[in-house]
C-alpha cells in the first residue's frame, strides 16, 4: 500500500494544479480513499466500485482467516495480478501498518460516490454502509450484484456519467 500511495503521489503531482478524480475498485477504493485525506488539495472527488474500507480491520473478508494464516506460515501466496492477468506471488512484506493506513478510519471531505453489492462475498456491504452513514460527503449505491459488479455495469456507467456532470 505504501509503494502504491508513493506511486500514485508522483501521479497526482505531474497532473498540475486542477484536483484530480480518483475511480477504484476493491483495494483501489481503499487506495483512493487514503489518498483523498493525504492530499486533499490533489483529490477533488472519488468513484469507489465495492471498495475494501475493512482491509486494516484483523478479520477482514478479502482471505478467509485459514488463507491469513497460510499467508503468514509460508510467506507469500499468489494473487491475480490484473495488470499481467495471471497469478503473481505476494509476499507478507507486502501489507501495511493498519495504524497509519486505515481506509475506515481515514478523515476526507471530498464528494465520494460508491457502488457495492449486496451479495460481494469479499467486501460486506453492511461495512460499507457504516463508511458511508458516518460521510456526509459519500453517496452510496447498493446493487444487487457481487464483488465483480459486472451485471452492474450500465447503472455504474450512467450513475457516474451523471455525478461527474459528464452525461445529462
Not at 500514485?8 to 503531482?13: A, H, K, N, P
Amino acid at each position: 500500500m505504501t509503494r502504491m500511495l508513493e506511486q500514485l503521489d508522483g501521479e497526482l503531482s505531474e497532473q498540475g494544479a486542477a484536483p484530480s478524480t480518483l475511480i477504484g475498485s476493491s483495494l483501489g477504493g481503499a487506495l483512493a480513499v487514503l489518498a483523498a485525506a493525504r492530499w486533499p488539495d490533489r483529490v477533488g472527488r472519488l468513484v469507489l466500485l465495492a471498495p475494501a474500507v475493512m482491509i486494516a480491520k484483523p478479520g477482514h473478508h478479502l482471505l478467509p482467516p485459514e488463507k491469513m494464516d497460510e499467508w503468514q506460515r509460508r510467506g507469500t501466496l499468489p494473487f491475480f495480478h490484473y495488470a499481467y492477468g495471471e497469478e503473481r506471488p505476494l509476499d507478507t512484506a507486502s501489507t501495511w501498518t493498519p495504524q497509519r493506513q486505515d481506509p475506515f478510519e481515514a478523515v476526507f471531505t471530498q464528494p465520494a460516490l460508491i457502488f457495492q453489492g449486496l451479495h460481494d462475498r469479499s467486501v460486506d456491504h453492511v461495512t460499507v454502509e457504516a463508511f458511508a452513514r458516518s460521510r456526509p460527503n459519500v453517496t452510496l449505491s447498493l446493487l444487487e450484484d457481487d464483488h465483480q459488479l459486472i451485471a452492474s455495469l450500465p447503472v455504474i456507467w450512467d450513475g457516474t456519467a451523471r455525478w461527474l456532470g459528464l452525461a445529462a
